[in-house]
């Protein structure tokens, strides 16, 4: 009997052995001479990247804002080409990266690209099939790995753990991430506070003009709606890229309280709003509500739909509801370009980020 029980535990031992062992074979794996990692993106997809990966490279700028916050050393070039109020708060040991696209209609230059020879790629978006279909054809195409990251607001947490496991930087991506869960949270337990009857409504302006805007289900102005403001726009929703036309006869109807806009340095209205004429009989004109959605060097509010954005949360949920969500906006933006953009702000630079932006 005793004898018996020996050789049950050996054969348990063996098998717990052999157990780990193809667990580890999983988790690390030797492909010729370089160790490779197992990582389930967010789409459920596992991909195997080097565990050693030095060089990487995201096929949009809402990858590219992800990957510089967590590691700038990490990027081999940028989707287009830096605009100087970017180069202002981005360290300029980074400005010269290589514009290898992947913005706007700027096609991702995928000679060059690999040229440089990243260890895997990153694509963050919506996710849905055709993004999915659009890794694997990328993978087939450059022979790298491409992780697949959710760019909703609500997942950010889980996108920093997935890019600190594959860059070797678990720390760093915990701690960025637990400020943007933590960030959401505030705002979602806080919601509540909003009586219906005190809702701001809120006109998004874009474009050179300020006759461009988003509707409530369309994710360039989403904010609005998760600070508890209400979008007055009722247009259409114009694909992916948005930016509705509507008319001024439209606008004066809508009426709205308070109307955020794009800086002049973009290309937006915002210094027309106060002098059009058309636009003073809106009850926001008249008020003096309008302000400057901050735009360096990435917007907070809109595109592109990175981190960068939650900034843009904290920011309009305290312009629409100082009471509530009490932020102090100067404490806020240096603790956050410091974390993020590894910039440190001095006063005047707050002042003037702030300057047409809050009612202080």
């Known amino acids: 009997m005793f004898k018996r029980s020996i050789s049950l535990l050996i054969v348990l031992v063996l098998v717990f052995s052999l157990l780990v062992g193809c667990n580890n074979e999983a988790v690390n ?4 001479d370089e160790e490779y990692i197992e990582i389930k ?3 459920g997809r596992i991909v195997l990247v080097p565990a050693k990966a030095e060089k990487v490279f995201a096929t949009i700028p809402t990858g590219t804002i992800l990957l510089y916050s967590l590691n700038p050393e990490k990027m081999i070039g940028w989707n287009y080409d830096l605009r100087e109020g970017e180069k202002r708060f981005i360290d300029e040991e980074y400005h010269d990266l290589p514009n290898l696209g992947g913005a706007g209609k700027n096609a991702i230059n995928i000679e060059e690209m690999l040229k440089m020879d990243p260890a ?8 849905d099939e055709d993004t999915i279909s659009k890794a694997e054809e990328l993978e087939e195409q450059t022979g790298k790995p491409v992780i697949l990251l959710d760019s909703d607001l609500h997942k950010l947490d889980e996108a920093y753990k ?3 496991k594959a860059l070797r930087e678990e720390e760093r991506a915990e701690k960025l991430g637990n400020y943007c869960k933590e960030t959401m949270e505030d705002i979602e337990n806080n ?9 701001v409504r809120v006109y998004y302006a874009e474009g050179p003009n300020g006759l461009e805007t ?3 289900d369309s994710w360039h102005a989403e904010i609005i709606d998760m600070v508890g403001g209400e979008n007055v726009a009722e247009v259409e929703l114009k694909g992916d890229k948005g930016k509705s036309e509507v008319s001024i006869e439209q606008l004066l109807i809508w009426n709205p309280d308070l109307i955020i806009s794009w800086d002049d340095e973009r290309g937006g209205y915002y210094s027309g709003i106060f002098e059009d004429s058309a636009w003073q009989s809106i009850k926001a004109v008249e008020n003096g509500e309008i302000y400057e959605i901050p735009n360096k060097p990435f917007n907070w509010f809109d595109r592109p739909p990175s981190v960068n954005r939650i900034l843009g949360v904290k920011w309009l949920g305290n312009l629409l509801y100082p009471d509530i969500f009490d932020y102090n906006m100067e404490e806020e933006v240096k603790e956050f370009y410091n974390l993020f953009y ?6 005047g630079e707050i002042e003037e980020l702030l300057r047409n932006s809050t009612r202080y």
């Open 29 to 32: 794996e030797d492909l010729g």
């Open 41 to 43: 993106d967010m789409a």
């Open 120 to 127: 895997f790629l990153i694509i963050m978006e919506e996710l």
């Open 162 to 164: 997935i890019l600190g």
């Open 191 to 199: 919601i509540s506070r909003i009586n219906k009857e005190e809702k």
């Open 214 to 216: 988003e509707p409530s």
């Open 342 to 347: 590894h910039y440190q702000l001095t006063e």
